[in-house]
């Protein structure tokens, strides 16, 4: 009888992958029990996918694809496959094997990958390597506007993509001004008409935000458009019957915006608040001391039961926060 195995099940990749083939699913929880097993097929698809969460946190990157390897090195099998990504490749070169890769110049969601493939390489050397490009599908939490202007093959039936389509956005918030969160403001004031609503403390970034994307590896963007409105603390948007208050948290960015709803018990944190970590204070106009301070005053507040949305990464809530975010242990 085969034994085959699968690791990063729980994933999109790995969602996607399962089936009756594998007598053995491993994610992140019980990733200790490869030790010792044997395997005909292993296919593994647990190497984090969030581009972004790794070039901000190299080294929490690097750890959980280290503790990968670590697991890997105890294992038997005949064949392995890995689950890897064209980021391995640099920009502008041609999608093939033959492709020179510059180490040096990689980033450190690339760099980490192709340190993996080189582990996998040596460590099962009848592996065989899949780089996938970027995914879009149901389930992912990213450029939803893009997808669903531009539809994705099965990620919804013609007549959901209608229902959808009908939809018009009629408000258009800004958590901060950093470029990966307002390259899409021009699309939404073409489209749609809307300019942004934003702090007056992050406008500076606005100018700068095509240089600073091109050192961070965002290449080809247009320059995005200016802030249509200033908010402040405490002021309150409206759309429908909804509405939010303004909650202004800076240190992340200067103007970091978070925007609350009481009555739906949900926080749009921005880079503020993550599951298990905050934002980075390391870019301009940054401040970790009085990030932390305004997460304390001003999120920690709020019920336990709130539900929070963040940036990047999965969705939490303030009581998950509060008991093990480890910058508040």
């Known amino acids: 009888m085969a034994m085959n195995g699968l690791i990063g099940y729980t994933g999109f990749v790995g969602q996607n992958l399962d089936g009756p083939q594998y007598e053995f699913r491993f994610n992140s929880k019980n990733s200790g029990e ?18 972004t969460l790794a070039n901000q946190f190299p080294e929490q990157d690097w750890q959980t694809i280290s503790e990968l390897m670590e697991h ?5 099998c005949q064949k392995l496959v890995l689950i890897s990504t064209i980021d391995v490749i640099p920009d502008g070169a041609e999608r093939d094997e033959d492709v020179e890769l510059l180490e040096d110049k990689m980033f450190p969601y690339a760099l980490h990958r192709i340190k993996m493939e080189k582990f996998v390489r040596q460590r099962f050397p009848d592996a065989a390597i899949v780089r996938l490009p970027g995914i879009f599908g149901k389930g992912l939490r990213k450029n939803f506007i893009f997808d669903l202007v531009f539809k994705i093959p099965r990620m919804f039936s013609d007549q959901e993509f209608l229902e959808l389509k009908s939809l018009r956005p009629v408000l258009l918030l800004n958590t901060h001004l950093h470029p990966d969160h307002i390259f899409g403001n021009n699309f939404m004031k073409e489209v749609y008409g809307l300019s942004t609503k ?16 091109s050192m961070l590896g965002i290449k080809g963007i247009a320059q995005p458009p200016a802030v249509g409105e200033f908010l ?13 208050v303004v909650i202004a948290v800076g240190g992340h960015s200067p103007g970091g915006l978070c925007f609350y709803s009481e009555r739906d018990k949900l926080l749009l944190s921005g880079d503020v608040l ?5 934002g980075r204070s390391d870019l301009p106009g ?3 001391k009085d990030l932390i301070e305004g997460i304390r005053k001003k999120l920690f507040v709020l019920p336990e039961e709130v539900k929070v949305i963040p940036g990047h990464g999965p969705v939490t809530t303030i009581g998950e926060e509060k008991r093990h975010n480890p910058f508040f242990i």
Do not use: W, Y
């Open 198 to 213: 934003a702090a007056r403390e992050d406008d500076f970034l606005v100018d700068g935000a095509v240089e600073v994307a």
């Open 72 to 76: 890997l090195s105890q294992v038997q």
């Open 286 to 288: 940054g401040n970790g």
């Open 232 to 244: 402040q603390g405490g002021d309150t948007v409206r759309f429908g019957q909804s509405e939010m």
């Open 274 to 278: 993550f599951a298990g970590s905050i």
């Open 34 to 51: 490869l030790a010792g097993k044997s395997f005909d097929l292993l296919v593994c698809a647990g190497v984090p996918g969030h581009k």
